[in-house]
């Protein structure tokens, strides 16, 4: 699928509620599913990834209904999971993926979690080593890599387990798969990933300890939910604002959870003029309204490497705010991006140089030096932050931007475009384009 853009004619105004926190919504599924008694969820993302993970929950035997705008999710905490009758497709998500495979690997039956093509070729050691120290028997394609098959097992022994990588959903699965493990499971981590499952579990009554740790034999029980705005959705809109003269924008409800909330601090670093408004603590999480005023041409800055794992979905998006500001960002201790939907770094650079953007690529991380934003095609390689991140740089670009490969931008934000253009910004499908 291709967008096509064109730069800013006005201001871009208004105000928007982005859609529902994608790495929450998956949780809020996932522990519903494993809970006793009905869970409610209000502000659940509608989104390939997320329609994913609940067909994935109802196969396992959660029911689902709709109780005007939420979603009530009635689990398996009772009975058990069920086993399921075919393979449990993720679609695009490896959050899911890597998640359910903590619940599965300590389950007394067999069961097979595949993805799409850009999926199937994502690492999942990083998960499979710890659950195989843990007592998982499980085989992976060639690689490490998806699909994920897992043989019955009679029971998980616990684990104090120090991971290579910060990354959210290593810690998440383990803890998961330490609710159904003998005595403990602790998870330590280099630097601290975002702790969504960390302040998620208490609302369905699991007590979690210092570095992470869980009880086996614990259960969920239902609970009530509200999830926020996704501050990764929100960051186009922050940098479309931070690019385009005389733009004032507020969005609303935003999760600003600290160790999500790397994009605010670095965009303010750069000389951004964000206003966090109404803070205030929802369901454990932090949310708020971000009031966001051009407030001229940004500067590059040294990106912080500790403030990396807050931000790791947010990076493409300030590559190409990046691109537009004076002077020259660093961004260094990103490796990760390299093994996301896609090679972020690689697709990033390619775009960038693609509009005369001057820049040195690393393999953790790259140099972008700011100046005038060119015109022409550009590739978003079927990664949707990649390509939401060119559309927003194309509203500052010297002439018309088409993006191609934006089919996976309904993984995460079906809505983007309409969005992004009822700010006022320029986006549109072409005329005849479809949907891949």
Do not use: W
Request: contains cysteine; negative net charge; hydrophobic residues 40%.
């Amino acid at each position: 699928m291709i967008l096509a853009t064109r730069p800013a004619a006005s201001p871009l105004r208004g105000n928007l509620t982005p859609p529902g926190d994608k790495s929450i919504s998956h949780r809020a599924l996932i522990f519903g599913c494993l809970a006793a008694g009905e869970t409610r969820v209000e502000g659940l993302l509608e989104s390939e990834d997320v329609r994913a993970t609940a067909a994935a929950c109802r196969q396992l035997g959660m029911q689902m209904r709709r109780e005007n705008r939420a979603v009530v999710l009635r689990g398996t905490g009772g009975e058990g999971l069920r086993a399921p009758t075919g393979e449990l497709d993720m679609g695009n998500s490896g959050t899911a993926m890597r998640l359910l495979a903590g619940v599965l690997a300590a389950q007394p039956f067999d069961s097979v979690l595949v993805g799409d093509e850009s999926l199937s070729q994502r690492p999942m050691m990083r998960v499979v080593s710890p659950l195989r120290e843990m007592g998982a028997r499980i085989e992976t394609a060639e690689g490490g890599k998806p699909p994920l098959r897992i043989q019955a097992v009679d029971g998980l022994v616990g684990i104090d387990y120090a991971s290579p990588v910060a990354s959210a959903q290593v810690k998440s699965c383990l803890m998961l798969a330490g609710l159904y493990a003998s005595g403990r499971t602790s998870i330590r981590e280099p630097l601290m990933s975002r702790d969504h499952t960390e302040k998620m579990l208490p609302a369905f009554g699991i007590p979690v300890g210092e570095d992470c740790t869980v009880s086996g034999g614990a259960r969920l029980q239902g609970t009530a939910l509200r999830v926020p705005a996704d501050i990764s959705s929100a960051a186009f809109f922050l940098v479309a604002a931070a690019l385009v003269p005389g733009s004032d924008v507020l969005l609303n409800n935003v999760g600003l959870n600290e160790t999500r909330d790397g994009i605010v601090r670095v965009m303010k670093a750069m000389g951004a003029d964000l206003e966090v408004l109404d803070a205030r603590e929802s369901g454990g999480e932090t949310v708020g309204n971000i009031r966001i005023r051009y407030a001229g041409r940004l500067q590059g800055i040294d990106i912080p490497k500790e403030r990396v794992p807050s931000m790791i979905d947010e990076l493409p998006v300030i590559l190409a705010l990046a691109a537009a500001s004076d002077g020259t960002t660093r961004l260094r201790g990103a490796a990760e991006l390299r093994v996301k939907e896609s090679d972020r770094l690689a697709v990033m650079a390619r775009g960038l140089e693609a509009l005369g953007v001057d820049l040195t690529e690393y393999e953790d991380g790259m140099d972008v030096t700011g100046g005038a934003i060119g015109h022409g095609l550009v590739d978003g390689a079927g990664d949707h932050r990649c390509a939401m991140s060119f559309c927003v740089l194309g509203q500052v670009a010297d002439g018309p931007v088409e993006v191609s490969g934006c089919q996976n931008i309904d993984t995460s934000y079906p809505a983007f475009a309409p969005d992004l253009a009822g700010l006022g910004g320029r986006v549109h499908r072409p005329a005849g384009e479809q949907a891949s």
